[in-house]
């Protein structure tokens, strides 16, 4: 599987993050259809190079949105992805992270050591103070991702998003600068 490069943002031992390109449409939409399994019924990434082209485009060009792939040092290969929707600036500095891990890099640290350094990415470069992470109840790898990389359970939404023909309930979890840096 050939590899789109951009720039990395920043890297750690075994990952390293960089912006979504227009060129990453084969092999993210590849990962996506073998991850299938791993993803339904929490998360539906584009399975088509045209749906990836329209879901990527305002990662890449919406200053109110940052998309992160996170890649294998190793071959560079992706094995997940981490976006920061709904960026609002102001008193507020605040996003609202997505993620998902690829079946072939599941349970493999990759997805922690990555939000690792999207986190870093999002409190230094892109000067955020706050970011939420919505998650189902059901969901325990991206619970156990959000509470493993210090974010704090901070309530609970009925009936909040609806996802896969249905209104689901989401626990809100929370991280700032600062709580990141007392950790």
Excluded: K
């Amino acid at each position: 599987m050939s590899h789109a490069t951009a720039p990395h943002l920043a890297e750690g031992p075994r990952t390293a993050i960089r912006p979504f390109t227009p060129d990453d449409g084969p092999e993210f939409t590849a990962r996506a259809r073998e991850s299938v399994g791993l993803h339904r019924p929490w998360l539906f990434p584009p399975g088509t190079e045209e749906a990836y082209a329209a879901y990527a485009r305002p990662l890449i060009e919406d200053p109110a949105r940052a998309g992160f792939l996170v890649c294998e040092r190793d071959g560079g290969g992706i094995a997940g992805f981490i976006n920061i929707n709904n960026i609002v600036r102001g008193a507020f500095q605040c996003g609202a992270l997505g993620y998902g891990a690829f079946a072939h890099a599941a349970g493999r640290g990759l997805m922690r050591e990555g939000l690792g350094l999207v986190l870093g990415h999002a409190f230094g470069p892109l000067g955020l103070h706050r970011l939420e992470i919505n998650v189902q109840p059901a969901n325990a790898a991206s619970i156990a991702l959000a509470r493993g990389a210090g974010f704090r359970l901070e309530g609970f939404s009925p009936a909040m998003l609806f996802i896969d023909g249905a209104w689901r309930d989401h626990e809100r979890w929370a991280l700032t600068a600062e709580m990141r840096t007392e950790a």
